[in-house]
């Protein structure tokens, strides 16, 4: 890459609930993606006093966290951080009417059969 820059960052989602909920089960997608132009060179997600149950890359290509947890009270705090290096421009669709497209097309062709 060249002029690469690294970015350190840094993201929390806090959830608050009305009661003291048993249990929780939570899906975040907050890992970015490998593309031309950027790249992770470290990240992690995660939960104090939860346990991540499942990742996986769901049907859009994104990165999936799965987490059951037992919070502590009535909030539950997942952060998201790392290290990305980027270069130049990123641009991981440049037509972003093609996802779009694709899935209006197959929805037509599975009308028409």
């Known amino acids: ?13 806090t959830y608050h609930y009305a009661g ?5 089960v939570q899906i975040v997608r ?17 939960e104090a006093g939860g346990a991540v149950a499942l990742v996986f890359v769901d049907g859009f290509g994104n990165v ?21 290096e980027t270069a130049g421009r990123v641009d991981r669709n440049p037509d972003p009417d093609a996802d779009t497209n694709a899935v209006a097309n197959a929805v037509a062709d599975a009308d028409t059969d």
Do not use: K, Y
């Open 1 to 13: 890459m060249s002029e690469a820059s690294r970015l350190a960052i840094r993201h929390a989602t």
């Open 20 to 24: 003291s909920p048993q249990a929780v």
């Open 30 to 46: 907050l890992t970015p993606h490998d593309a031309p132009g950027q790249r992770r060179l470290a990240w992690r997600v995660a």
């Open 64 to 84: 999936s966290h799965l987490f059951r947890a037992a919070p502590q009270g009535a909030r539950l705090e997942i952060v998201a951080e790392g290290v990305v």
